[in-house]
């Protein structure tokens, strides 16, 4: 047991259906996609190519009504908010994580647009302890740049959000320079979440598509490192010294491994990086990560000791899933960690990162309504 406020930076909120999302998109982009030739409002929706057994969520999250797990707020607050009990939870979306798996980068963009504006209209409005991460679409940076500074100053949006899908470089390159910018210029740390079923950029697996769910929830972490790598190659925090990196779900015991790589191939190889200084020097100084899914070593110990290789005390973020099948609750990860490391890991790295304070909860008078017009 513990007894430490908790902070959970990964909760994903979702619709019940596609519709929902639709009266905060422009008359004209309704149109399009409420046309005849898109029943069921299909560009709104996910597509997926793996088949999991077990299904993707918790059963006892999924609706009476089959609504989708996640889209309901009173049964978030009763199954987990309250239950907890959660202090602050940051949103990171259902199957608008999917917004780049639309080839179409236009109508990408304004899926990200709506579902952001749903998201302060339709779930910060009801319960000051959730935040909002901006989602982002990543096929037109510039568009991604100007939806970041459009809510930037919202008090109660605390991240950008870049869902890994769609095929295209890592999102170190100079391409998505307008994103990083925007991120700094905004104060707001960049959060990149891992693949979803479908499109993935980097595919989940170095080889490219996998042919089961099992293969892609293993190899997650491929697609986080070749997204981290990229940074440390493009010198981007060189360039945005001010820039605060998240890897959202993607698990945390392969970094040690992956630090001690950089650092020994910069040596090596000093005129192939961008970078000034040892990449593990950046990763202390701009990364962190949240816990799910933590890794579970047949030794406790043997965890923590590759925990405590990379800080892991101070980089760490608590994160539940919810309501995935695999959601990670405090109680159990709490287990798994020092006790003297609960009190940074379930609250105050996260405070820090999004410049909260205990009395900062007054922003809820000032969240009205963002349908557009």
Request: charged share 20%.
């Amino acid at each position: 047991m513990f007894d430490v406020p908790v902070i959970d930076c990964d909760i994903h909120h979702a619709w019940r259906s596609p519709s929902e999302v639709l009266p905060y998109m422009s008359r004209a982009w309704q149109e399009f996609v409420a046309g005849p030739g898109h029943g069921n409002l299909l560009p709104i929706s996910a597509p997926s190519t793996f088949q999991n057994p077990q299904g993707g969520q918790r059963d006892d999250a999924l609706l009476p009504d089959g609504s989708p797990a996640g889209s309901d707020y009173e049964t978030l607050r009763a199954q987990h908010l309250d239950l907890v009990p959660i202090q602050r939870g940051v949103l990171t979306y259902g199957e608008g994580l999917f917004v780049d798996s639309n080839p179409n980068p236009f109508l990408a963009s304004e899926i990200a647009r709506a579902s952001n504006d749903w998201t302060i209209d339709q779930w910060l409005s009801r319960d000051e302890r959730l935040y909002g991460s901006i989602l982002v679409s990543n096929q037109d940076p510039l568009l991604a740049a100007a939806e970041i500074r459009r809510l930037g100053n919202h008090p109660r949006m605390c991240q950008v959000l870049m869902a890994v899908n769609g095929l295209g470089p890592a999102f170190g390159d100079p391409i998505f320079e307008p994103i990083h910018a925007a991120a700094c210029e905004c104060n707001l740390p960049l959060a990149i979440h891992i693949p979803g079923f479908y499109g993935n950029s980097p595919a989940a697996a170095a080889h490219g598509m996998v042919s089961f769910y099992f293969e892609y929830h293993v190899l997650i972490t491929q697609t986080m490192q070749t997204h981290l790598v990229s940074f440390i190659s493009n010198g981007v925090f060189e360039k945005y010294p001010d820039l605060q990196l998240v890897l959202v779900e993607g698990g945390v015991a392969w970094l040690p491994a992956l630090m001690w790589r950089l650092d020994r191939d910069w040596k090596e190889l000093p005129r192939a990086m961008r970078t000034e200084r040892l990449p593990s020097e950046y990763l202390r100084e701009h990364l962190h990560m949240t816990t799910q899914p933590l890794e579970t070593a047949p030794q406790t110990e043997d965890l923590v000791a590759t925990l405590e290789s990379f800080d892991a005390a101070r980089l760490l973020m608590f994160a539940s899933d919810y309501p995935h099948w695999d959601t990670d609750q405090a109680s159990t990860v709490s287990r798994e960690l020092p006790k003297d490391w609960h009190e940074s890991i379930f609250h105050n790295n996260a405070m820090t990162l999004y410049g909260w304070t205990e009395s900062d909860h007054d922003g809820l008078a000032r969240v009205g309504s963002a349908a557009a017009e």
